[in-house]
């Protein structure tokens, strides 16, 4: 007997994350795992001994709901250093356990039953389950391929007055492309005399290649007044188990956030806060990281040159697109599963980022990995 007998699904169209599905098969075939995005190198034992001394400290307790006071202050410093921002420390930023959360409360806090959200596609998959969670409409507008640059003129035709929000992603997953100074203006235009919220997510701000700059939603002043930006400590530091973040959002919108934020979570982990408040002190930690992660990049693609994929441009993010349409006519899903099976590396396919699947016959492969895994890996998809 099963009870509910009428139980039905929030997300009908939801199954297991690709992630968990790609995963799952690398580990089955004991395959290089590229297709999950996190390294396979340690953190610095830096922070890691200022976690320990924190717990030492006595930081084992409940934060402040909001963060604790000295990392949202050293955040403030960090913000208005590196993009020209002010944000009261107080009122405008706010502490989560990782950006997938703070992603999840701000739809939470924002969008309403019947509202409309821009989503533009390919999508990290978090972001349409949590606006139909909440009673959302996700409207989708895709790229361009093969450049994966937006369609400002396809966001303009489907802003309506149901419109509440439009999510914006720069260094983007997983295409690795990047929003620049004329697209943020332009969008800045193009919500100008509306309530349009913009959700920011920025979790790779600090891994950005050949010396172009990160067009940050807080660097522009009618784009940082109405929007939420979401940043990620686990990217910056290597501790994406750590699952810590921060939201940078304007005293009325973030007003919003901590009200569904309190009951959602309460707090974020102290001994982990006590830590990044200290080495944010250190500016190299976080300004040295796009030196090395570029050497990774280059690494990976340079080793890739006699392989029959096409290596597609990467300005940020740790991920690299291949385009496989001269080697197989297969469906990406399969062809991703069948190198993982028959060669030993897993992927991601790219498909899996769209809502319909869209398929242009490209990989998804992250190269956040120690410099033998990404050779090994790319000697392997050399021999395909």
């Given at each position: 007997?099963?009870?509910?007998?009428?139980?039905?699904?929030?997300?009908?169209?939801?199954g297991r994350s690709i992630f968990s599905v790609m995963t799952e098969l690398a580990n089955r075939h004991d395959a290089i795992n590229l297709a999950?995005?996190?390294?396979?190198?340690?953190?610095?034992?830096?922070?890691?001994?200022?976690?320990?001394?924190?717990?030492?400290?006595?930081?084992?307790?409940?934060?402040?709901m909001p963060g604790l006071p000295a990392l949202r202050e050293i955040i403030a410093e960090k913000t208005e250093r590196t993009y020209g921002a002010k944000y009261?420390?107080?009122?405008?930023?706010?502490?989560?356990p990782g950006a997938t959360f703070g992603i999840y409360a701000a739809i939470?806090?924002?969008?309403?039953?019947?509202?409309?959200?821009?989503?533009?596609?390919?999508?990290?998959?978090?972001?349409i389950p949590a606006i139909e969670l909440n009673g959302g409409k996700a409207v989708r507008v895709e790229m361009k391929y093969?450049?994966?640059?937006?369609?400002?003129?396809?966001?303009?035709?489907?802003?309506?007055?149901k419109t509440r929000m439009i999510i914006i992603n720069t260094p983007?997953?997983?295409?690795?492309?990047?929003?620049?100074?004329?697209?943020?203006?332009?969008?800045?235009?193009?919500?100008?005399?509306?309530?349009?919220?913009?959700?920011?997510?920025?979790?790779?701000?600090?891994?950005?290649?050949?010396?172009?700059?990160?067009?940050?939603?807080?660097?522009?002043?009618?784009?940082?007044?109405?929007?939420?930006?979401?940043?990620?400590?686990?990217?910056?530091?290597?501790?994406?188990?750590?699952?810590m973040g921060y939201l940078l959002a304007p005293e009325n919108i973030t007003v919003e956030l901590r009200k569904v934020y309190q009951y959602m979570v309460f707090s974020a982990t102290s001994p982990m806060q006590y830590a990044y408040a200290e080495i944010l002190k250190r500016p190299e930690t976080y300004l040295e990281l796009s030196a090395f992660y570029?050497?990774?990049?280059d690494t990976f693609r340079d080793a890739l040159q006699s392989s029959p994929f096409d290596v597609m441009p990467c300005g940020g993010s740790y991920f690299q697109l291949l385009g496989y349409d001269r080697i197989t006519d297969e469906g990406d899903r399969d062809f991703a599963a069948?190198?993982?099976?028959?060669?030993?590396v897993a992927s991601i396919p790219i498909s899996a980022f769209y809502r319909m699947k869209t398929d242009n016959k490209v990989l998804r492969f992250c190269f956040a990995k120690q410099e033998s895994t990404l050779l090994k890996a790319a000697e392997i998809l050399c021999r395909i």
């Open positions: 007997m099963r009870f509910p007998s009428d139980l039905s699904s929030k997300l009908p169209q939801s999950q995005g996190f390294p396979d190198f340690p953190p610095s034992s830096a922070i890691m001994k200022l976690v320990d001394e924190g717990m030492k400290k006595g930081y084992n307790q409940y934060a402040p009261d420390p107080d009122k405008e930023i706010t502490v989560v939470t806090a924002l969008v309403k039953e019947g509202d409309e959200v821009i989503v533009i596609e390919p999508a990290y998959d978090c972001y093969p450049d994966y640059q937006v369609d400002w003129g396809e966001v303009t035709k489907c802003i309506n007055f983007h997953n997983p295409t690795g492309s990047l929003l620049s100074s004329e697209s943020m203006k332009r969008l800045a235009r193009l919500v100008n005399g509306t309530d349009i919220i913009i959700l920011s997510d920025e979790v790779y701000e600090h891994i950005i290649f050949d010396d172009v700059r990160h067009e940050s939603a807080a660097r522009y002043h009618d784009l940082a007044e109405r929007s939420v930006v979401v940043s990620s400590f686990g990217k910056t530091y290597h501790t994406t188990g750590w699952k570029q050497a990774k990049r069948r190198i993982t099976e028959e060669f030993g």
